[in-house]
């Protein structure tokens, strides 16, 4: 292989993606999911698998200044700043993480697109669902569109998003592919089918 | 033990998320005798009734914080991070 | 879906029972339509045989437990019947209208109370035998196994503001209360309809009934789960439901219970027989199974349910011979139907049912005997306070009222209505009200509005009456044997007085000693009157008998509910490159949660390629953590017994981790990659633990200018090791890997297939070797792009296995195998580590006292001329005592000989010295190596 070529990138359920008959294309230099041969006539809830959005993790004491520069304006404890583009989940005073494309590099944050996989949990049962996994309190008053929270899924530390129409769970790529089967099982019973990113987007 | 923690960062959630770091305790520090060093190690205070303790949220946050809790009601009174002027516990 | 309970039959079907064919009316439940068929005894008692018909139909006492489409011990009152279904009777043999096993009612005094504790032990060469007998006869009902789980288990979690549980009168207001303040309420209940005790007694119910239980179910504050039982109030208000084949756990800031009560039997002989009713039982039978009672009956009581129930039954066409009222003054009266005051039940008469009742003055013993076919007791309730109980309210005996009162709930936890001992309808209705408005107050507190409803309420209740009355429950002097006390496991009246006799004269002792209360009902039929009895058999009160703990399930529940579903049981973690060692056909173990390649071939060949060519293996598993900050040095010199002051940007170092007692903890690499940014790995066990490690130490310094990142999950790894292996690295990258450049404990930021790249130059197994990290979307790409170029000089991917030996060969130890919650790295073989000269670090003081005070026991590495491989745990035996143990021993290639690690006696350490291993059975005689097995200067290491 000469050095040049550049390297493919893919996401832990790449190949799952890939034995369930999806169409699986390179984007970015990531193999991804973009449809499966249902999404056309899918009008229920859908998971989505978005492990190739750049992910980045900002820790320590200047967290605050660094989303000022960003954002321009600080970012409150378990709100999601939704910008255009990326999204800035605020976890602790010291940490926050960035999903999506910035505008600019930002300052001291660490690439851990690898480290993360972000599924999109679309439908009107997306929140039933949950239940059925989780003990972690993802009402609307707890959990408002726009905030974020983490917790576990079966040992699974998640980080919960939640959008006008979806959560969004970010998990550790060495974790996705038995999460996301644990929520196509649970699912089942909502009809819950996996998407392409085409699909959820 | 199905009691709820205020974790400062993510709001009310069950025990099973934390992990007991046990009562918050200031180590030793310069020329302690060996006995005083011993105590320390393997004497460990089991109050009966409030004590100032180390939880981790381990499910979630990954952040160690203190808890003011009745041990015998697993009532939590209060949480906070730890501020630099305490006493250093372990 | 999974979690409807099971519909009523809109129509009329067939149903099967022991073979015979029984119809049932639209909606009736199984045990209705077998009453109706006649088929009165519906099975046989656990202990004598004796049979036994439908007693309390609330779905509480074990007489109707049947097995229904192969699922045993069904309450088959509480299920309504479907076409199809087939029930069996259980614990009878041939049928229970026939049982052989009803010889042992007859051979009762060969079975006293306790007689498992006493007989059957001695001789001992019986027991064989007695085992197989007991095994056959003992248990309730048979799990069939190839039957297998039917799949549908499953849970959910729920939260709200307030959690009622019970939805009948008192409970549907509490929600109601509660609802209308503004809160979110789930009204949990156990029985299809919401109503409680109105909906089968057409005496108290009016139209108010279906006014409140549509009030609640169209109120979009309430959700309502009907069918489902709350066996569980846990700490923190955290209900434990259980809604058919569905778990719910329920988190509620308040929770008001409002069970009601269970009707409590009485104790007098042949209180067992069929035809031998509770009131309640006959009401529901009658109005929600419309069953007919046909015949003569006699009602017992002592307040004015009996009546009812008596009037009732009257109208729905049975002759009611008698009621007989306990009291010598009562207020209630009915026409056309002889009461007998003053008097109480004294027996029952009759073989598979009832022919007659025997009365008698309740202080006398002047006996009549009213021919009869049903003996309907309504003696009042105990409250059905087994959640109270578990949450933590304490109670007090009432003597007026006969049964505990709450006197202090649990934090967040009210009662309302029977559970609280109040009984009147309109007084429950408060009561539910009350307690609404008081769960509600403590999420609002110091709200005027509430506050005011709250003393309107209070001012309308004035003195709620408790039970009406409460008379003597016991028929006297009846000196008969077959009294029962415990329809579950057979306990009478004179087992329990036997069983005080021999000294079990405590509750606690006394129910586990004759097992009263421990059956499937868990004493909502025995409570009251085991304690009664146990009372006046100590000649004691009732509040110096106290209660025995209830403790969940409130309600037996199958194993699979608590189970929920398979496929969620344990997390299963996956490398980047899970997909590759699968379809190279690795043989996949598990490694905590996560699944590892042991051998990809055998661990003999792989060994082989890593000395002699080059092999490679996944190491993503290990736990990696990036530390930035300009106080990461002192941080790290706290942190660990090594020195960090003289790491220079560039270089790895090995290091262990010890607590404050010295104790290590793991072991791995810290490499520093720039002036201020450092990379650590951790073993693949500890990966989470000294992660929480690491934070512990910097909560408790937050000046610190350290920020750490987990970035366990961000980078793939792998190691490449041997001989070959720095040609191959050659090939996928522009940078160079000579010995110079990257020379034995190097950290090189480098492009590797095009990919950027952390490459350590550590040597774990022993040879010329790389630790490449790559980030995870990468992992395979560059892991392809190594085999592939790896092809031309032998390259095998290798595994756990293989790699255990090559590291053994080296004498690395593996922290948690080879040491333990007791070692210290000194006496592990580390000494080199531990730098007493620097100012305090965790574990300073406790490693400076145990250097002081000379070593006791050693790590050390041991080989073994023959063929013995010991296997750890082998013991080390020392002047013919234990003095040790084996931790890790392969038959080692480079050695031709067993190696292994051994802890020791330190005085048995040195070089050379003999150990002795005890193998099975036999001692084996290995010598102690200082150095490692393998290259022991570790040429091939640093090439």
Known sequence: MPLSTPPIAQGPLAEWHHRHGAHVELRDGWLVATRYPHDAGLRGNVLADFAHRPTFEINGASVAETLGALCGSDVALRAIMSEGGFDVYRLTPARAIVFGKTPAEIQGALDVTGGWVSLALIGQNAESILNKVTAVDLRERTLPVGGCCQGPIFGVNTLFGRFAERFELHVCGDSAEFLWEVLLDAGAEFGLKPAGVDFAR | MSFQIPCPNCGVRPVWEFHYGGPSRKRPEGDVTSREWAEFLYNRPNTCGEQTEWWYHRSACKSWFLARRDTRTNQVFETRPFAPQEAVGG | ?943
């Open chain 3, 1 to 943: 879906m999974a979690d409807s309970p099971v519909a009523a039959s809109q129509e009329a079907c067939e149903f099967e029972f022991d073979g015979k064919a029984i119809t049932a009316q639209a909606g009736q439940t199984l045990a209705g339509a077998l009453h109706e068929a006649g088929q009165h005894v519906v099975s046989r008692s656990f202990k004598y045989h004796r049979p036994r018909g439908l007693f309390c139909c609330t779905g509480r006492c074990p007489n109707c437990l049947c097995t229904v489409n192969g699922t045993p011990n069904v309450r088959i009152c509480t299920v309504p019947a479907e076409p199809g279904m087939v029930v069996r009777s259980q614990n009878a043999w041939p049928s229970v209208n026939f049982d052989f096993l009803s010889i042992f009612d007859r051979l009762h005094r060969f079975m006293p109370v306790g007689f498992y504790y006493k007989m059957m032990y001695k001789p001992r060469w019986m027991w064989p035998i007695w085992e197989k007998f007991i095994r056959r006869i003992a248990g309730l009902g048979s799990v069939d196994r190839r039957q297998g789980a039917d799949g549908t288990y499953d849970k959910l979690n729920l939260f709200c503001d307030v959690a009622v549980v019970g939805g009948g009168w008192a409970g549907m207001h509490a929600a109601l209360d509660a609802a209308q303040a503004g809160f979110a309420v789930t009204l949990i209940d156990d029985q299809p309809l919401l109503g409680g005790h109105l909906r089968f007694d057409p005496d108290l119910a009016d139209s108010r009934l279906a006014d409140v239980v549509r009030q609640v179910q169209e109120h979009p504050g309430i959700q309502v789960w009907d069918s489902a039982t709350v066996f569980g109030l846990y700490e923190g208000n955290y209900l434990g439901i259980q809604r058919a084949n569905r778990m719910i756990r329920l988190r509620a800031a308040e929770v008001v219970v409002a069970t009601g009560g269970w009707e409590r039997p009485l104790v007098f002989e042949n209180n067992d027989l069929p035809g031998v009713l509770l009131a309640s039982a006959a009401q529901r039978l009658l109005h929600l199974d419309r069953c007919r009672f046909e015949g003569t009956a006699v009602v017992v009581t002592d307040n004015s349910q009996g009546y009812r129930v008596a009037g009732q039954l009257a109208r729905a066409g049975t002759t009611v011979g008698a009621i007989v009222d306990v009291r010598e003054n009562s207020p209630d009266k009915i026409e056309e139907i002889p009461v007998r005051r003053g008097q109480t039940i004294f027996a029952a008469r009759g073989t598979k049912h009832v022919t007659a009742a025997v009365i008698a003055p309740v202080s006398g013993d002047a006996h009549a005997t009213l021919s009869c076919r049903w003996l309907i007791q309504a003696v009042g309730f105990t409250p059905a306070s087994s959640l109270l109980h578990q949450n933590g309210c304490k109670f007090k005996y009432d003597p007026l009222a006969d049964h505990a009162i709450v006197t202090a709930h649990g934090r967040g936890t009210h009662s309302a209505g029977a559970v609280n001992g109040i009984h009147d309808r309109d007084g429950t209705a408060l009561d539910g009200r009350r307690a609404g408005l008081a769960a509600v107050e403590a999420l609002r507190p110091h709200d005027a509005a509430l506050a005011a409803r709250r003393d309107e309420l209070k001012a309308k209740m004035g003195a709620i009456p408790l039970r009406e009355s409460a008379a003597a429950h016991y028929a006297s002097g009846s000196p008969a044997k077959k009294k029962f006390v415990c329809l579950c496991e057979d306990v009478t009246e004179k087992d329990i007085c036997d069983a005080v006799a021999e000294g079990y004269s405590n509750i606690e002792t006394l129910k586990r000693f004759s097992t009263v209360s421990m059956g499937p009902c868990q004493g909502k039929m025995c409570q009251s009157s085991s304690i009664a009895l146990c009372a006046r058999a100590n000649g004691k009160s009732i509040e110096e008998t106290g209660v025995t703990t209830s403790r969940p399930p409130e309600q037996p529940l199958s194993l699979g509910v608590l189970a929920g579903r398979g496929l969620h049981f344990s997390l299963v973690r996956r490398t980047p490159m899970h997909d590759w060692h699968v379809s190279a056909g690795a043989k996949m173990m598990d490694a905590g949660n996560w699944k590892r390649p042991e051998t990809y071939s055998t661990p003999e060949d792989e060994y082989d390629s890593v000395r002699s060519r080059v092999g490679l293996i996944d190491v993503s598993t290990l736990g990696k953590i990036e530390l930035r900050g300009s106080d990461v040095v002192p941080f790290l010199e706290f942190l660990y017994p090594n020195r960090f002051q003289n790491l220079n940007v560039g270089r790895v170092r090995y290091g262990v981790i010890c607590d404050d007692a010295g104790i290590l903890l793991d072991d791995g690499t810290i490499a520093r990659l720039e002036e201020k940014r450092f990379f650590l790995t951790t073993t693949t066990g500890n990966a989470d633990a000294i992660d929480s490690w690491f934070r512990s130490w910097l909560a408790g310094r937050p000046q610190l200018d350290v920020q750490l990142t987990n970035v366990s999950g961000s980078y793939a790894a792998m190691n490449l090791a041997g001989p070959n292996s720095r040609q191959v690295l050659a090939k996928l990258t522009d940078a160079d890997v000579s010995s110079a450049a990257l020379p034995y404990l190097a950290a090189g930021q480098l492009k590797i297939a095009n990919v950027d790249a952390v490459v350590l130059r550590v040597g774990f197994v022993g040879e010329l070797g790389y630790e490449i990290h790559v980030p995870s979307q990468y992992g395979l790409h560059v892991w392809e792009a190594i085999v592939e170029a790896g092809k031309e000089f032998g390259l095998a991917p290798f595994g756990i296995a293989a790699q255990r030996l090559l590291r053994l060969e080296k004498k690395h130890l593996i922290p948690g195998v080879d040491t333990d919650a007791l070692s210290n790295p000194l006496e592990a073989d580390l000494p080199w580590i531990v730098k007493l000269d620097k100012p305090d670090f965790v574990g300073r003081r406790s490693l400076a006292q145990a250097g002081e005070r000379g070593l006791r026991n050693r790590l050390v590495g041991f080989r073994i001329v023959g063929e013995t491989v010991p296997q750890p745990p082998a013991l080390v035996i020392h002047n013919g005592k234990l003095g040790g143990r084996v931790t890790s021993c392969e038959f080692s290639p480079a050695a031709g000989c067993a190696v292994g690690l051994a802890w020791v006696p330190a005085e048995q350490s040195k070089n050379g010295d003999k150990i002795e291993i005890h193998v099975d059975g036999r001692v084996v005689t290995a010598i102690v190596q200082d150095e490692p097995f393998y290259d022991p200067q570790g040429h091939r290491l640093k090439s």
